[in-house]
């Protein structure tokens, strides 16, 4: 039974930690001006705006493959960056639903076995808490991303890590539910 609590606890501790990370991550590139937040790498991986939508479309695909519909994409990317104040509001509702998401999923949930097709058609199955645990981590992947790009402009990122966020907001909370 322990473990089957520790999956139900780890899913609604990462959908909360990625939701932190990411207002922290907005919050700190919104006091930047936008030459610096659409400026490209030059190694071509794209700018901060268009590395945070990438990592939002990939939000929606999975999300919507946790409800069983279609997500109408067709790539992991957009032809149109929103702005940032959009994408921020954007983040901010799909982050939302997955700590709702979470909230909601018993352990039996997070075990059952999602079928689903990939952007590029392949097909693809996972299991509800391990697409919680790949969105999360896919997120923080690219955060690291523009952490990086963050220091490249002399403005060290904020603290995201698993570490501080347990410290700092998990470990204050008295009840895992």
Known sequence: MKA??????????LMRYSARANSRLF??????????????RPD????????LTHSHVVDLIWQAHLLGKAHGFTTRNT???????QLRSAQERIDA??????????????????????????RGEMSRGDILLHVANHKTYHRGYVAEMLYRVSSPPPTMDL??????????RTSDA
């Open 4 to 13: 089957l609590m520790t999956a139900t606890r780890n899913a609604r501790m």
């Open 27 to 40: 919050e700190a590139i919104s006091k930047l001006p936008d030459g610096v937040v659409l400026a490209t």
């Open 44 to 51: 071509g991986v794209g700018s901060m705006l268009s590395t």
């Open 79 to 85: 032809d149109v960056l929103p702005s940032l104040d």
């Open 97 to 122: 639903w997955y700590v709702r998401y979470a909230d909601e999923c018993s352990s039996d949930l997070l075990d059952e076995v999602v079928h689903f097709a990939f952007v590029d058609g392949g």
């Open 163 to 172: 570490p501080v966020f347990v410290r700092d907001v998990w470990s204050a």
